[in-house]
């Protein structure tokens, strides 16, 4: 009698990665006593790279974030030094790729501004910015760096454009003005040539950027896009959003056909907006909701089913937003693979959470690090403006991630001056939203219209003085003897 030949398969597939696990940093390598934004914004307000970790921070009278040594942790000074050159509330922060001292941030005062960290960190409050960028309207909610390029920067404004700045000028370059709505979310592939974005409209679009032409726009009214990732080279998308049902999804797209969705996969009935974050060397996507304790991880494959579920890191504290360590700021000794820096507001906790793929050998384990972009930009910013594409510089993390940059930021000489947009100075007509800053706005103007009062004034009394004089010089004796001798000696001369 034969045994029949067993049809069984197991549900998951054979993956390096299906055993990765969240471990949260002990108390004492936490970052304690930080007065994170109460902002509703939905960003993350942190921004970390190999050297520091910053946070947008609570602050009356404009908006400040501090930036900390990322090995300096503990319980931070209520007095710590803060970087507050913003008049509005700060909206998004971004570390230089390529510099670790540089950082840019927007605000509600829609500036964007770029900051140069010392070192050895900040001894006093940084209110004096590297650049100050107008050119929005309205406030900035968006900033993104170029993956590949230096000195190139993109900013998202409530007027619902993108600007490109030339940070080596300092001017704005281009304008990308395709969007009806405010802008939610920008994403690059790998080597900056293709922008992704989701708009308050509802549509996801993929751009050329440089010329601003759309080459792609997805309608999909069953699912309500609100954030989007390139998924590396597999000239996918993926986006995050709300089902016509208002459960929280996600949808796997062709970046050269968003018609329809490739998949589309419920994720559960919460309201707290989904953040993706794709590992593009491990082909990991996490999940992270704002307002949620948890983070979901998946596996992103070419083949069917595409996205395959591996596990999921729980913790009862909710997260009001993550920061994304660079990957050659890994611990690759004890196999981690991502590490999130999690925000805990009513804590006024950050909270590092490495993910880890456990193995028991103590050597380099080449076939979780691939190589990976470096430290070093591929294109400089005129090549990338005239047209070049470029992939990252890679490096490998088993001898490269100590390697000192050489890479000096070198601003732009120029006076400070408003952007010009339809014959209207936008630094002198940025218009209030607030009723605050509309008392401000008023304030200042009246404060203003005094101190002109009194130029005014004091230049009439000066015209009065100057005339007096006149009138004392014409009227002075030298001046009339001077001119009846000269009329006299006229007249003997005839």
């Known amino acids: 009698m034969t045994t029949p030949s067993m049809s069984w398969r197991p549900t ?5 990665f299906r055993n990765v696990y969240g471990k949260v940093a002990n108390r004492e390598h936490c970052f304690e006593g930080i007065p994170i934004t109460k902002n509703v914004h939905d960003n993350h307000f942190c921004a970390v790279n190999n050297k520091f970790l910053a946070i947008v921070t609570e602050s009356a009278g404009g908006g400040s974030f501090v930036v900390i040594p990322v090995t300096q942790f503990g319980r931070i000074d209520p007095h710590y030094p803060k970087v507050c050159g913003h008049q509005g509330n700060v909206l998004d922060i971004k570390w230089n790729p390529f510099h670790d001292n540089i950082i840019a941030s927007c605000s509600e005062d829609s500036s964007v501004r770029i900051w140069e960290v010392p070192d050895d960190g900040l001894r006093r409050n940084l209110t004096e910015s590297v650049l100050e960028l107008y050119g929005h309207s309205r406030r900035v909610g968006l900033i993104e760096w170029h993956p590949t390029t230096s000195g190139i920067l993109f900013s998202a404004g409530y007027d619902y454009k993108i600007l490109i700045w030339n940070l080596e000028i300092g001017e704005p370059v281009k304008m990308i003005d395709c969007h009806t709505d405010v802008i939610l979310c920008m994403s690059f592939n790998t080597e900056g040539s293709l922008l992704a974005t989701s708009c308050k409209d509802k549509k996801l679009r993929v751009i050329e950027p440089r010329s601003g032409k759309v080459l792609q726009e997805a309608n999909f009214k069953n699912h309500k896009v609100n954030r989007v990732v390139f998924l590396g080279n597999m000239k996918r998308l993926l986006t995050t959003g709300v089902s016509r049902w208002n459960t929280r999804q996600i949808a796997l797209w062709d970046q050269e056909d968003l018609s329809m969705p490739i998949i589309e996969e419920e994720i559960d009935g919460l309201s707290g907006l989904l953040f993706p974050f794709y590992d593009a060397d491990t082909h990991m996507l996490y999940l992270a909701g704002k307002g949620d304790g948890n983070i979901r991880y998946y596996e992103i494959t070419l083949e069917k089913p595409y996205l395959q579920y591996l596990m999921e890191f729980r913790s009862p504290a909710p997260q009001k937003g993550l920061g994304v360590m660079p990957k050659h700021g890994l611990d690759v000794g004890a196999c981690e693979v991502f590490r999130f820096y999690k925000l805990v507001t009513l804590k006024g906790l950050i909270e590092p959470i490495s993910m880890i793929v456990p193995r028991r050998s103590e050597t380099y384990q080449e076939d979780i ?23 990252p510089v890679l490096m490998s993390l088993k001898e490269g991630y100590n390697r000192p940059n050489k890479l000096v930021f070198k601003a732009p000489v120029k006076e400070k001056k408003g952007g010009v947009v339809n014959g209207i100075d936008l630094l002198e007509n940025v218009p209030p939203r607030t009723e605050n800053e509309l008392l401000q706005m008023f304030f200042r103007q009246q404060e203003e219209l005094r101190r002109l009062k009194d130029e005014l004034t004091q230049k009439d009394i000066k015209i009065r003085q100057l005339e007096l004089e006149l009138n004392n010089i014409r009227n002075s004796p030298n001046i009339s003897n001077n001119n009846n001798n000269n009329s006299s000696s006229n007249g003997s001369s005839i």
């Open 12 to 16: 998951y597939r054979s993956s390096k």
């Open 369 to 391: 690090y691939p190589m990976t972009p470096g430290t070093e930009p591929a294109l400089s910013a005129d090549e990338w403006l005239s047209g070049i594409n470029r992939g």
